[in-house]
């Protein structure tokens, strides 16, 4: 009987404890469950906060890294920034046709293996032009001259330092053209001199190091010079001209492209251009000048401030232009005096996100004869002129770099009355001594009353058959600054009652270069002008001794070949 109610009991004392047993048990799964999630998660957090420190040192070591990269190309080209304006791309010093001797195929011989002191340059230049109504000229023509021009250049630098030298002799010709080539330096210069100097050149100086540890040399150099400066639009060697602006004097550099400043200074007069004769120094003319570059302020930012003084003597003028003597009414009236002050300030740059611009302002102000009649002699008058002009450009992130601008430049007029003598001050701009092929490809244009608007497109296409290949194109409209002043390109055509208007043209142009191999490259062009009022009226008037007939609009086509020697 007790062993019975003992089992009972047991039994019933067993069913509760069991189950609370596989409660506790159950409960027991779900703690650890929860524990299990709750180190999951701590895990997971722990994962998350050193990945998000790996990846905050990742971050952190490719910025330095791309830090020291761009220092390191800061380094290598110091504080300069390339321009990227149309047109403005200044001609290099050696010009850029120059080698290093044992950078040519001449290291394949082993007497120029280590010839790094000695730069040799041999350039040939032939291009065909086809001008139907150029109205350079004052009668209506169909012209198809062959421009020929050969350079040749040698120079000696570092082997005997500081003592430096360099010689530069070009020869430039017309054939098959229908005008006279007697008296035509714009096309015709044959074997001559550009440049021949001696230069004292210093790697280090007194004016030490900029902020990158680069070297400020300075260097002074006398005899025949040719070089650009600023834009180019008023001191230039000419590249696209058939021949070369050239001087004779001093110039002296301190520092170079690489620096924070550099500051370049001259003291020159130019050489008169012969056709057939060697040419000579123009002894009516002194030209002095200092220009500053100022790349510390900025990376986004290059100052360029400057001025120039034209002085010239009157009584020793002989020539024109062209190297042809002057005689009579056109003696006396070339034989004025001048003195002409030009200042100026040039700021350009480039962003990272594609932008460029170009901007400058240029305020001329001096006196200068002017030539009233044989009778009445000359008078002395101020002079008072300015130039200003801006472009702005964007170049896509693309394959084929297109670069899209905007430009619009003004160089001031000279305001005539329309009769009777004039004894107005002079207010036209004075060119010097530049470039005006940025200004028309048909070479319609120089610096001197103007305004004009411009869009310009650039692209490099990419096609598999050529590399390299740059194209570009632009639209202009071209107005006179003042109506009643001359439009010198086109024949010195003039309306001094204003009454033919401002209107002068529009042009549109297309350029092509392909870079054949690295001793040959060719260059295609194609321009139309579409003549505005003005050329349309003044051509009537009897004065000006033009074509009345002829055709409101002139194409122009050109085809280029460059060898190089080296």
Do not use: C
């Amino acid at each position: 009987m007790h062993t019975k109610r003992n089992l009972s009991f047991s039994k019933k004392l067993a069913q509760p404890l069991l189950i609370s047993s596989l409660l506790l048990s159950g409960g027991f799964a779900h703690a650890n469950e929860a524990e299990i999630k709750l180190a999951d998660n701590t895990t997971q957090t722990t994962k998350s906060i050193e990945d998000l420190e790996q990846e905050e040192k990742v971050r952190a070591r490719l910025k330095e890294i791309a830090d020291e990269a761009k220092a390191a190309a800061k380094t290598a080209n110091g504080y300069y920034v390339e321009r990227r304006s149309y047109g403005t791309q200044k001609e290099s010093e050696p010009p850029r046709y120059v080698k290093q001797a044992n950078k040519t195929w001449l290291k394949d011989y082993d007497a120029f293996n280590d010839v790094n002191w000695l730069d040799l340059g041999l350039e040939y230049r032939a291009r065909y032009e086809h001008r139907d109504n150029d109205f350079r000229r004052a009668d209506e023509n169909i012209d198809d001259p062959l421009l020929l021009r050969t350079r040749a250049y040698i120079g000696v630098k570092e082997i005997l330092d500081p003592l430096r030298f360099a010689v530069e002799v070009q020869d430039s010709r017309r054939n098959n053209g229908d005008y006279s080539r007697a008296y035509d330096t714009r096309d015709v210069n044959q074997a001559d001199i550009l440049q021949g100097y001696l230069e004292l050149h210093f790697k280090e100086s007194i004016f030490g190091k900029d902020d990158l540890g680069n070297n400020r040399p300075f260097w002074v150099r006398g005899g025949r010079l040719a070089w650009e400066s600023l834009d180019r639009r008023l001191i230039a060697r000419n590249e696209w001209r058939n021949t070369t602006n050239t001087f004779q004097g001093v110039r002296a550099n301190i520092g170079d492209k690489k620096n924070d400043w550099q500051l370049e200074a001259f003291a020159v007069k130019p050489v008169q251009r012969f056709t057939r004769s060697l040419d000579e120094v123009d002894h009516s003319q002194d030209f002095y000048g200092v220009i500053g570059d100022w790349r510390g302020w900025s990376e986004y930012v290059t100052l360029q401030p400057y001025y120039f003084l034209l002085k010239q003597d009157g009584n020793k003028v002989k020539y024109n232009s062209n190297g042809q003597e002057l005689t009579g009414a056109t003696l006396s009236a070339a034989q004025i005096d001048r003195k002409i002050h030009t200042a100026g300030l040039r700021a350009y740059g480039a962003f990272n996100s594609g932008w460029d611009y170009d901007t400058s302002y240029v305020k001329q102000w001096g006196n200068q004869d002017r030539f009233l009649s044989n009778a009445l002699g000359s008078i002395n008058v101020d002079h008072e002129a300015y130039s200003y002009g801006a472009e702005v450009g964007y170049t896509f992130k693309n394959a084929w770099k297109p670069r899209v601008s905007a430009y619009y430049g003004v160089a001031s007029g000279d305001s005539t009355p329309a009769t009777g003598t004039d004894r107005t001050d002079s207010q036209r701009f004075e060119r010097l001594f530049g470039f005006a092929r940025p200004w028309s490809n048909n070479d319609y244009i120089q610096m001197e009353n103007i305004r004009t608007p411009k869009l310009h497109l650039e692209f490099e296409p990419k096609v598999s058959f050529l590399q390299n290949v740059k194209v570009d194109t632009s639209f202009s409209w071209y107005r006179l600054d003042d109506a009643s002043d001359r439009w010198q390109a086109g024949s010195n055509l003039r309306d001094r009652t204003g009454a033919s208007g401002n209107d002068l043209g529009k042009e549109v142009d297309l350029r092509v270069r392909f870079p054949i191999n690295q001793y040959a490259s060719l260059n295609i062009g194609y321009a139309h002008f579409w003549a505005g009022d003005f050329v349309k009226d003044s051509v009537k008037i009897a004065g000006n001794n033009n074509d009345a007939t002829r055709a409101s609009s002139s194409d122009f086509f050109y085809t280029e070949l460059t060898l190089l020697g080296f």
